[in-house]
């Protein structure tokens, strides 16, 4: 193996063993789809399910899945730029290993540590009696990676773009959660007024939730009420949003890196 | 003796400041050498280990490392390196032996492996000999939380020794630690130089750290105040001088009077060495002493000479 390509997978498992090692930081990233599955999903479901005519707590839990894994992987990329005055991050920028090659690692990292987030809401699920099949898991599962390497690019774009953690702190929230209601995520966006429905379309994370759905819903009755496009659509837009996100985004964090 | 650091004409301004945190400075580190950055807070040294460590780009200037252009061949320049940052670098979760591994891995020391079990036997033999060093062998693999902040910094040498750098950089590696574990941590240091005759790049507060330097450079806003060895730099700076005092000061007054030595009284008699070994002059003294002692400046003495008027914190 290579040492970049060497590089790139250390740099991964130590995101990924930091994680596992992190309870309070494993215990916290259960609290947001508890909210939202448990709390929000099913005050829903109990009052607006029936009308609505499919399972509330299922689409809930099939958004919490894609919005959860898009924004970890966004956010702890964007860790970096605090990272990189502390701990082995430091050690990390001065080694010779390529810039490219850091991001490549870091998007693969957190893309693992949402993925084990994953379970623990797929977990979360099955205790709320969300019907879950092991096939429906494996169909699933591209679809989750998907949704990590994009929020990963995307949260590479972010990065570029701010210069200090204070920056971070107030721009990461106002570039994510509008994505939470404008994706689909917990509440349908079938019908939308035209300037929501055009903020909607340009919002990543609608295509990462919906290309769950098209995997989770595959063959159910539900499927079209429940999906917005077919599964080819929302592919081609994720991998164009994600080569666009990570070729600008890599440039520009690389080229501003060093220049303060 | 060749040069491990040239730095030429190097100048730093960050964005939007209105003045150079480094200004147009030039020195050179030879091969070897142990070399202080001396300077008050926001004097520019942080700045320049950063910018020849290459995580800072520098506005103008030539730069080299182990004879490599740090802009034309940063990778080059950053596998022959090691640096130990101010604040720590070791990820608290991860063991000792993780932190180590990790970094090996990046300098292409070893390939990746996900598991210490799987490393081949060369890297567990070093592993094992550095656990010896600092007497952490059944502590290895245990997150290094547990260590106390001496051991720490001396893992973090350890790993920054593995891939042999020619340059360590060192950027205020003692703060924080208690006096004996700053003593250990030297004592370290000095067999390092012995046995792997590593270039070391020094930037400290505590300035009898800087002693033993071979040269000492003070910047102070972004400028060389001085450079030199420390000898010469407190020769230039401070005077020696002799302190006596007799039971009977009109007898030892009129001996210096006759013997032409410039002195001055005080609490004692001050007398200076004008050019003359503190013996010589001892020598010549026949009036009975009561109080003697020779005076021989330190490094801070010099340093806050060089550096006054007191200069603002950043």
């Keep these: 193996m290579s040492r970049e390509l060497s590089g790139i997978a250390t740099i991964a498992l130590r995101d990924f063993i930091k994680f596992l090692r992190d309870r309070m930081r494993i215990l916290f990233s259960l609290v947001f789809p508890f909210v939202f599955i448990g709390v929000l999903g099913g005050s829903l479901q109990a009052n607006l399910g029936p009308e609505i005519g499919y399972n509330f707590l299922m689409f809930t839990f099939t958004g919490v899945l894609g919005s959860t894994l898009f924004q970890s992987t966004a956010s702890g990329i964007i860790s970096l730029i605090s990272d990189r005055e502390s701990d082995f991050s430091q050690e990390i920028f001065v080694s010779p290993i390529s810039r490219y090659s850091i991001i490549l690692g870091k998007i693969l990292g957190e893309s693992l540590v949402a993925l084990a987030q994953g379970i623990g809401i797929f977990g979360f699920g099955l205790i709320m009696g969300i019907p879950i099949t092991f096939q429906q898991v494996l169909a699933v599962m591209p679809a989750l990676i998907a949704a990590c390497l994009l929020g990963g690019a995307f949260g590479v774009m972010v990065l570029a773009n701010l210069s200090n953690q204070r920056a971070a702190n107030q721009i990461f929230p106002l570039v994510i959660f509008p994505q939470f209601f404008l994706s689909g995520a917990f509440s349908p966006i079938r019908e939308l007024p035209i300037y929501l429905f055009a903020l909607s379309r340009i919002s990543p994370m609608t295509y990462v939730v919906d290309l769950i759905r098209n995997f989770y819903y595959f063959g159910s009755p539900e499927y079209d009420k429940v999906v917005l496009h077919t599964p080819l659509y929302n592919l081609t837009i994720i991998v164009a949003f994600f080569v666009v996100f990570l070729i600008i985004g890599t440039y520009l964090f690389v080229r501003n890196e060093r220049n303060k | ?314």
């Design chain 2, 1 to 314: 003796m060749k040069d491990a650091i040239v730095v030429e004409n190097l100048v730093k301004r960050y964005k939007k400041a209105e003045k150079n945190a480094v200004d147009d400075i030039s020195f050179t580190v030879g091969e070897g050498e142990f070399f202080t950055l001396l300077g008050p807070n926001g004097a520019g040294k942080t700045t320049t280990i950063a910018i020849l460590t290459t995580t800072l780009a520098k506005t103008s200037g030539n730069l080299k490392i182990a004879g490599f252009d740090i802009d034309k061949n940063p990778s080059e320049v950053r596998g022959r390196i090691g640096v130990i940052f101010q604040s720590p670098s070791l990820d608290e979760n991860l063991t000792a032996e993780e932190n180590v591994r990790f970094h090996s891995i990046l300098y292409g020391l070893y390939p990746f492996s996900p598991l210490y079990s799987l490393m081949p036997k060369s890297y567990k033999d070093r592993v094992a000999a550095l656990a010896e060093v600092l007497g952490i062998q059944n502590d290895l693999h245990k997150a290094i939380k547990t260590f106390s902040g001496g051991m720490k910094r001396k893992l973090e040498i350890i790993r920054s020794l593995m891939h042999h750098p020619s340059v360590l950089f060192l950027d205020e590696p003692t703060s924080g630690l208690d006096p004996l574990s700053r003593k250990n941590l030297w004592e370290y240091l000095g067999e390092v130089r012995a046995k792997e005759k590593t270039t070391i790049f020094l930037t400290t507060h505590y300035l009898e750290e800087s002693e033993d330097a071979d040269h000492v450079c003070v910047i102070n806003n972004g400028k060389i105040e001085m450079y030199g060895t420390p000898r010469d730099i407190k020769k230039k700076m401070i005077q020696e001088y002799i302190l006596m005092d007799s039971k009977d000061k009109s007898d030892l007054r009129s001996e210096l009077t006759k013997s032409g030595l410039k002195f001055q009284e005080t609490e004692h008699f001050k007398v200076e060495l004008g050019g003359k070994r503190a013996q010589q002059i001892i020598q010549t003294i026949k009036t009975e002493l009561s109080f003697l002692t020779i005076h021989s400046p330190t490094l801070e003495e010099a340093y806050f000479k060089i550096i006054e008027p007191p200069q603002k914190d950043e």
